[in-house]
């Protein structure tokens, strides 16, 4: 009875549909109709817009075609802010690779702007420093950068270029930027109108004009040059020109010709229409035939007992802790947001420990009292917090004694509100030690600095090789070295930190992210982010160290801004070591331990990453500096523990850490005296710390 029942359901259904669809037939090709007479009313072609106008001396540049956006004037090139990969002037052809998205104030990258998604219109942008969505079209324009300096001042090239085009500097925004070579930047900027949604075309055209002609003049201390690749401007759509259409008497005429083609072309369209739904209604016939057969073979089948196990599935998942929807990491603390507030005062601003390129940090006492080191997140949106969650898994599951430990987090997708919460490293970082004002009273001493060079080390080994997958830092500095009291160093900062492939131990990243003087060559000109390309960041740290320098500094000789780039002919030349010396070590440093630590700095900046060694041998080799200290030490008080050195450590120069050094372009730099190690005694120390 309840099969019959379903069936007659199932058929009137099928009548009603079939009615519903006949009508909407008719009443679509109706609708057509009057839509395509309504047509004919219109103009035959909408009203073209001009180009700017371009100077006759305009200097000409090639450019790939794409497609042209809506309501867009193009002086040249292309619209969408993408660098071109191949076609420029001069410039051979490359893949393009962009740059960090955020990074220190200190440090030579431009200001970038934030995106605000789902927020304008098409061809509109936010504008900047505006509470509420305001939107504007703006002028595109995109820009290539000669003999950029290392570490320009972004802001006084903001102000220079709003200057001399009659802007003010909050007009000019800047989106993205690609780095083509060391001293070639593509830029592209969106330049706003102070008042309104649009530039008028007056505006437009002292721009152009003033660009193309080479008009604005950048000061040469940071830019020497540059060339226009692209400017677009856009305006605002024309108003609907139809009652002016429907008045003009000399449109008249052509309205009954094109009547007659649209009539056939609607009998057409109505004819595919009914072959089309004469599918729908087989399909759906199909459909229905097969729905009653299985409602058939389920009646007739003898029930079984599976609603205990369908009514738990619910119970689980309604079990998981949400916030927005989203799935908590069950791995690490999640922590609620009052408590949060609570224990930084309203993230009040007397409790700033510093600030970064993803956010302010807090320091703050939780409830239970520990002191930790809260980090505010300012990216936001559904895939960002997805990212986020993601990455918390990922740092929950990582524990070494060299790395912060991350002791729980908030996350809320409805508010966009993303915190991790730290443990809090009271000393500072090592930045602040060798080139802030922590250091300037109390520089540190050698022991000091190669304490926290293997402690560094150590916590880069373990992400490199002893987490599973592998975890690539990419931003490997010294401001993420964090010092406890006692100078033992934390490494910190895991915001640009990325997985590697399983089983790989390298990454095609589609940004390049860092810091200027840290990033790997190989990382910055190809994308190609290896294990590697940490180690290269270790060397640069290793010889912050060693120097006392910065790994940019605008205030050195010409040629010598680069710290890697100074340094590579010195520590080719064991003769001229010396001028590595940081002074404010006042000559108290063992000569042969600068010497060795020197031999692992030149091999970690190796242009080539093949060169470079592992971080786990160069924890192994900073050991071994460590124990001939500790065994010359002993050999001044004692005659007859060098003999038994030697006896214990007969095999050691076979091992592949003492094979780093041995070729490559600082294989004439190796100074290590095997013989006074003790290879037993390294290796034990390895199994009680845990490495």
Same mark, same amino acid.
């Given at each position: 009875?309840?099969?019959?029942?379903?069936?007659?359901?199932?058929?009137?259904?099928?009548?009603?549909?079939?009615?519903?669809?006949?009508?909407?037939?008719?009443?679509?090709?109706?609708?057509?109709?009057?839509?395509?007479?309504?047509?004919?009313?219109?103009?035959?072609?909408?009203?073209?817009?001009?180009?700017?106008?371009?100077?006759?001396?305009?200097?000409?540049?090639?450019?790939?075609?794409?497609?042209?956006?809506? +309501?867009?004037?193009?002086?040249?090139?292309?619209?969408?802010?993408?660098?071109?990969?191949?076609?420029?002037?001069?410039?051979?052809?490359?893949?393009?690779?962009?740059?960090?998205?955020?990074?220190?104030?200190?440090?030579?990258?431009?200001?970038?702007?934030?995106?605000?998604?789902?927020?304008?219109?098409?061809?509109?942008?936010?504008?900047?420093?505006?509470?509420?969505?305001?939107?504007?079209?703006?002028?595109?324009?995109?820009?290539?950068?000669?003999?950029?300096?290392?570490?320009?001042?972004?802001?006084?090239?903001?102000?220079?270029?709003?200057?001399?085009?009659?802007?003010?500097?909050?007009?000019?925004?800047?989106?993205? *930027?690609?780095?083509?070579?060391?001293?070639?930047?593509?830029?592209?900027?969106?330049?706003?109108?102070?008042?309104?949604?649009?530039?008028?075309?007056?505006?437009?055209?002292?721009?152009?004009?003033?660009?193309?002609?080479?008009?604005?003049?950048?000061?040469? +201390? *940071?830019?020497?040059?540059?060339?226009?690749?692209?400017?677009?401007?856009?305006?605002?759509?024309?108003?609907?020109?139809?009652?002016?259409?429907?008045?003009?008497?000399?449109?008249?005429?052509?309205?009954?010709?094109?009547?007659?083609?649209?009539?056939?072309?609607?009998?057409? !369209?109505?004819?595919?229409?009914?072959?089309?739904?004469?599918?729908?209604?087989?399909?759906?016939?199909?459909?229905?035939?097969?729905?009653?057969?299985?409602?058939?073979?389920?009646?007739?089948?003898?029930?079984?007992?599976?609603?205990?196990?369908?009514?738990?599935?619910?119970?689980?998942?309604?079990?998981?802790?949400?916030?927005?929807?989203?799935?908590?990491?069950?791995?690490? +603390? *999640?922590?609620?947001?009052?408590?949060?507030?609570?224990?930084?005062?309203?993230?009040?601003?007397?409790?700033?420990?510093?600030?970064?390129?993803?956010?302010?940090?807090?320091?703050?006492?939780?409830?239970?009292?520990?002191?930790?080191?809260?980090?505010?997140?300012?990216?936001?949106?559904?895939?960002?917090?997805?990212?986020?969650?993601?990455?918390?898994?990922?740092?929950?599951?990582?524990?070494?004694?060299?790395?912060?430990?991350?002791?729980?987090?908030?996350?809320?997708?409805?508010?966009?509100?993303?915190?991790?919460?730290?443990?809090?490293?009271?000393?500072?970082?090592?930045?602040?030690?060798?080139?802030?004002?922590?250091?300037?009273?109390?520089?540190?001493?050698?022991?000091?600095?190669?304490?926290?060079?293997?402690?560094?080390?150590?916590?880069?080994?373990?992400?490199?090789?002893?987490?599973?997958?592998?975890?690539?830092? +990419?931003?490997?500095?010294?401001?993420?070295?964090?010092?406890?009291?006692? *100078?033992?160093?934390?490494?910190?900062?895991?915001?640009?930190?990325?997985?590697?492939?399983?089983?790989?131990?390298?990454?095609?990243?589609?940004?390049?992210?860092?810091?200027?003087?840290?990033?790997?060559?190989?990382?910055?000109?190809?994308?190609?982010?290896?294990?590697?390309?940490?180690?290269?960041?270790?060397?640069?740290?290793?010889?912050?160290?060693?120097? !006392?320098?910065?790994?940019?500094?605008?205030?050195?000789?010409?040629?010598?801004?680069?710290?890697?780039?100074?340094?590579?002919?010195?520590?080719?030349?064991?003769?001229?070591?010396?001028?590595?010396?940081?002074?404010?070590?006042?000559?108290?440093?063992?000569?042969?331990?600068?010497?060795?630590?020197?031999?692992?700095?030149?091999?970690?900046?190796?242009?080539?990453?093949?060169?470079?060694?592992?971080?786990?041998?160069?924890?192994?080799?900073?050991?071994?500096?460590?124990?001939?200290?500790?065994?010359?030490?002993?050999?001044?008080?004692?005659?007859?523990?060098?003999?038994?050195?030697?006896?214990?450590?007969?095999?050691?120069?076979?091992?592949?850490?003492?094979?780093?050094?041995?070729?490559?372009?600082?294989?004439?730099?190796?100074?290590?005296?095997?013989?006074?190690?003790?290879?037993?005694?390294?290796?034990?120390?390895?199994?009680?710390?845990?490495?």
């Amino acid at each position: 009875m309840s099969l019959l029942t379903v069936s007659t359901s199932l058929i009137g259904g099928l009548k009603w549909l079939l009615v519903l669809v006949w009508f909407v037939v008719e009443y679509g090709a109706c609708g057509t109709t009057l839509e395509l007479e309504a047509s004919s009313l219109s103009p035959a072609a909408s009203p073209v817009v001009d180009d700017l106008p371009l100077p006759a001396n305009a200097p000409a540049f090639k450019h790939l075609p794409a497609p042209i956006p809506s +309501r867009a004037i193009f002086t040249k090139g292309k619209p969408k802010l993408e660098p071109p990969v191949s076609g420029f002037k001069n410039i051979a052809p490359m893949h393009p690779n962009p740059i960090a998205d955020t990074a220190p104030s200190a440090l030579a990258q431009p200001p970038l702007s934030p995106y605000v998604s789902d927020c304008c219109k098409q061809d509109m942008v936010w504008k900047r420093d505006s509470e509420a969505c305001h939107c504007a079209y703006p002028i595109k324009l995109d820009l290539l950068l000669l003999n950029v300096s290392l570490n320009p001042d972004w802001n006084v090239f903001l102000n220079g270029l709003a200057t001399q085009l009659g802007l003010q500097t909050t007009q000019i925004e800047i989106i993205k *930027f690609y780095l083509l070579s060391l001293s070639m930047l593509n830029i592209s900027m969106d330049i706003t109108p102070h008042k309104g949604v649009s530039f008028s075309a007056e505006e437009a055209a002292k721009i152009n004009s003033s660009l193309l002609l080479h008009k604005v003049r950048l000061d040469h +201390r *940071f830019v020497g040059d540059y060339k226009v690749l692209n400017i677009t401007w856009f305006k605002p759509p024309p108003p609907s020109q139809a009652p002016t259409i429907a008045t003009s008497p000399t449109k008249a005429p052509h309205r009954r010709p094109p009547t007659t083609t649209l009539s056939s072309t609607s009998d057409s !369209g109505r004819h595919s229409n009914l072959l089309l739904i004469l599918g729908i209604v087989t399909g759906f016939l199909f459909i229905s035939i097969l729905c009653v057969l299985i409602l058939y073979l389920c009646t007739m089948r003898p029930k079984t007992k599976t609603p205990p196990t369908e009514t738990e599935k619910p119970r689980t998942e309604s079990a998981r802790p949400v916030v927005g929807s989203l799935p908590h990491p069950t791995s690490t +603390r *999640f922590i609620a947001y009052e408590e949060l507030k609570e224990a930084t005062n309203n993230f009040e601003p007397a409790s700033i420990l510093g600030e970064g390129g993803f956010g302010r940090v807090f320091k703050g006492v939780l409830n239970d009292g520990t002191a930790v080191a809260i980090k505010r997140l300012t990216s936001g949106g559904q895939q960002g917090d997805k990212e986020f969650l993601v990455e918390v898994e990922m740092l929950s599951r990582l524990h070494h004694r060299n790395l912060v430990k991350l002791v729980g987090y908030y996350s809320n997708r409805d508010s966009s509100q993303n915190l991790l919460c730290y443990e809090l490293v009271p000393n500072g970082s090592l930045e602040a030690w060798l080139h802030g004002p922590l250091g300037i009273n109390c520089p540190l001493d050698w022991d000091t600095r190669m304490k926290i060079a293997l402690d560094a080390a150590r916590g880069l080994a373990y992400l490199h090789e002893d987490s599973q997958p592998c975890v690539i830092h +990419r931003d490997f500095k010294a401001s993420n070295i964090l010092l406890e009291n006692n *100078f033992h160093a934390k490494v910190a900062d895991f915001g640009l930190a990325k997985q590697a492939p399983e089983g790989r131990a390298n990454y095609l990243s589609t940004r390049v992210m860092g810091t200027f003087g840290y990033v790997a060559p190989e990382y910055a000109m190809t994308g190609h982010l290896l294990v590697k390309s940490d180690v290269y960041s270790y060397g640069v740290v290793l010889l912050e160290l060693l120097t !006392g320098r910065k790994p940019v500094e605008m205030s050195q000789p010409t040629g010598q801004e680069n710290l890697v780039t100074w340094a590579r002919p010195i520590l080719r030349d064991k003769d001229r070591l010396e001028e590595l010396v940081d002074p404010r070590l006042g000559g108290r440093y063992p000569k042969e331990d600068f010497l060795r630590v020197c031999t692992i700095a030149a091999a970690c900046v190796a242009p080539e990453a093949s060169q470079r060694p592992t971080m786990g041998e160069v924890v192994q080799s900073l050991k071994m500096v460590q124990r001939i200290a500790e065994s010359q030490d002993t050999a001044l008080t004692s005659s007859n523990t060098r003999p038994n050195l030697r006896q214990s450590s007969t095999t050691y120069e076979s091992d592949g850490t003492s094979s780093m050094f041995s070729s490559g372009p600082y294989s004439g730099l190796s100074t290590f005296d095997y013989d006074n190690i003790s290879r037993t005694a390294v290796f034990s120390e390895d199994l009680h710390e845990g490495r």
